[in-house]
């Protein structure tokens, strides 16, 4: 079965600062791989997508997140890190039509 | 193009009593999944529907039931309120499968008392 570990739960930066959220994922077959970030009483909001091709995939707001098959890992990043970039961030996995699991969240606190 | 529109936004209800959310997908998403949210839990899957047929189930108690219809809206219902129930039920949508991601609605906020 499919499961996503979130390493950090919090992750305190200074603003400016650059910022990885870390992820790993277990699954025994070909997976997609998402990030979603959930602003205070909001759903979620689409961050970027894994489906296939290039390792690195860029998404909104300047954030990035490399897809590592060998170490079953797609670690988001940021070089730069705003104010605005305050909230909870969730990795998720999907496979054979399985349904999407989510992992526990990090919440990203950015300093000023 | 509207998002995903879950109604009602918030919600208090009684232990016992029973509950109906409702969800209406991006127009032209025929996959609709449902999360639970809670601070100890995180999201847990509930179900996924598409076209009328529920695809996945997640691990819930029968109390807590699901349907779409014809025109992609579902509804989820949970019968015999238990404060355990109180959470953010997050709704969702895609295309046809949620491989490329899903849209999320902004929820309904449950609290059971």
């Known amino acids: 079965a499919q499961s996503v570990t979130q390493l950090d739960s919090q992750v305190p930066v200074f603003e400016e600062a650059p910022v990885e959220l870390r992820c790993n994922y277990s699954?025994?077959?070909?997976?997609?791989l998402f990030w979603y970030v959930q602003y205070p009483n909001q759903g979620l909001q689409l961050l970027l997508k894994?489906?296939?091709?290039?390792?690195l995939v860029k998404g909104i707001n300047g954030f990035e997140a490399e897809f590592n098959k060998s170490q079953t890992s797609f670690h988001l990043r940021k070089p730069s890190v705003h104010i605005s970039d305050t909230a909870e961030y969730f990795c998720?996995?999907?496979?054979?039509?399985?349904?999407?699991?989510f992992g526990a969240g990090t919440r990203l606190t950015v300093k000023p | 193009k509207a998002g995903v529109t879950q109604t009602p936004r918030y919600l208090i209800k009684t232990r016992g009593q029973q509950v109906t959310l409702s969800c209406s997908p991006i127009?032209?998403?025929?996959?609709v999944s449902w999360y639970q949210q809670t601070p100890g839990q995180g999201l847990q899957f509930l179900f996924e529907?598409?076209?009328?047929?529920?695809?996945n189930k997640g691990n819930f108690p029968g109390r807590f039931s699901g349907r779409q219809f014809s025109n992609s809206r579902s509804e989820m219902n949970v019968s015999t309120l238990e404060l355990g129930d109180s959470a953010l039920y997050l709704c969702?949508?895609?295309?046809?499968?949620?491989?490329?991601?899903?849209?999320f609605g902004s929820g309904t906020r449950l609290t059971v008392v």
């Open positions: 127009s032209g998403h025929r996959s």
């Open positions: 894994y489906l296939s091709g290039s390792t």
């Open positions: 699954s025994s077959v070909s997976v997609y």
């Open positions: 998720a996995v999907r496979s054979n039509n399985n349904d999407m699991r």
């Open positions: 529907y598409f076209s009328e047929t529920q695809r």
């Open positions: 969702a949508s895609s295309l046809r499968t949620s491989n490329y991601g899903y849209t």
